[in-house]
């Protein structure tokens, strides 16, 4: 058994959240404060126009005193980025930007999510659901399998991913070539 002690020392406590994003829908799940159990929470219409999906992530992260962010970040089996690697590194820098404006000190993560998709159809495909149903919670369950992993390399490395920089404005845009969804 591991002391108290040694538990807080290597696995700092708080409400984390995963993100599985798609050009259609986002996935979310979201763990207990001491990242035992990682469940799946919702799935979201994706809305690049007014982004009401990331709005309901702030709303979320605020509720649940959330203090980490893990956004997938797909890439291939070389390692490489493709351009859907590009659509969620955007994602988690209007995140992390909207989170910043609500004034939640609240760091968003790039995590890689290889196979996470492939393992979750796996999953529900094990535990008896027919495929045509898949397509409603696919994402939410490939989100559980990204924060899974994210808990298991804090508790491995002490950290997880690449910690996403919020866009600066400079002269009135943003310092990426990104819409402002801020206001």
């Known amino acids: 058994m591991i ?12 409400v984390r959240l995963a993100v599985d994003v798609g050009s259609v829908r986002v996935g979310v799940a979201v763990c207990d404060a001491d990242g035992i159990l990682p469940t799946p929470l919702k799935t979201l ?25 893990y956004v997938g970040l797909p890439r291939t089996l070389a390692g490489r980025e493709a351009e859907s690697a ?17 004034g939640l000190e ?14 979750a159809h796996r999953n529900l495909r ?8 898949h397509r409603r ?28 920089d919020i866009p600066t404005l400079t002269g009135g845009d943003l310092g990426s070539n990104e819409t402002d969804v801020r206001g």
């Open 3 to 14: 002391s108290p002690e040694l538990s807080e020392n290597t696995f700092p406590r708080g």
């Open 45 to 69: 219409s994706r809305d690049p126009k007014r982004n009401s999906d990331i709005k309901v992530l702030v709303k979320e992260a605020v509720v649940r005193g959330v203090v980490e962010v």
């Open 86 to 102: 590009t659509m969620a590194r955007r994602y988690a820098e209007n995140l992390a930007a909207a989170l910043g404006e609500a």
């Open 106 to 119: 609240c760091p968003v993560r790039l995590v890689d999510e290889r196979f996470t998709t492939v393992e």
């Open 126 to 133: 094990a535990a008896g659901m027919d495929s045509r149903e």
């Open 137 to 164: 919670v696919v994402d939410q369950v490939a989100a559980v399998g990204i924060l899974q992993h994210a808990l298991d390399m804090i508790r491995g490395r002490g950290d997880a991913g690449a910690l996403v």
